[in-house]
């Protein structure tokens, strides 16, 4: 059961690892990020970032339903680096969900600035409309216990 989509380009730090992995209780991380799928380097680091007890499968996009498949029993944190993968993976799902996480997303010159940790490219801001056209209540929320406000 998924417990929590989030969106963030670092994608497990230790805002991921520690306060929102105990939060919802999830038992297994999913990284839906391309570039990390293929980096041993990222991948060792990200599987150092990872609470002990927690499972983690680092996968590319076109490899994320059959790993989700096989995990959809436990209690899962789905994590991505970008709007679009997140539009992509809630379209392969198949499982009520009903809000997705807006978490760090780090400015740089071709964005612009929402808060003080999320900064949109035009494309992320389409994907994002698209999500929320399709009844996906969006939340930036950086910790668990932080505020959340609607994006």
């Not at 391309?34 to 990200?46: E, N, Y």
């Not at 780090?106 to 399709?134: C, F, G, M, V």
């Amino acid at each position: 059961m998924i417990k929590l989509l989030r969106i963030d380009d670092r994608l497990i730090h230790g805002q991921v690892a520690m306060a929102w992995t105990k939060s919802i209780a999830a038992d297994h991380i999913i990284v839906v990020d391309d570039p990390s799928a293929s980096d041993k380097m990222k991948m060792m680091i990200l599987t150092l970032a990872k609470p002990a007890s927690t499972g983690l499968d680092i996968v590319s996009l076109s490899d994320f339903k059959s790993v989700y498949e096989a995990n959809k029993q436990k209690n899962v944190m789905i994590v991505t680096s970008s709007p679009r993968n997140a539009f992509e993976i809630v379209s392969v799902i198949g499982e009520p969900l009903s809000t997705i996480n807006l978490g760090g997303l780090r400015y740089n010159d071709s964005k612009e600035k929402i808060n003080e940790y999320i900064a949109l490219t035009p494309e992320d801001k389409d994907y994002l409309q698209k999500l929320k056209e399709n009844n996906y209540q969006l939340i930036m929320q950086a910790t668990p216990n932080g505020k959340s406000k609607e994006f």
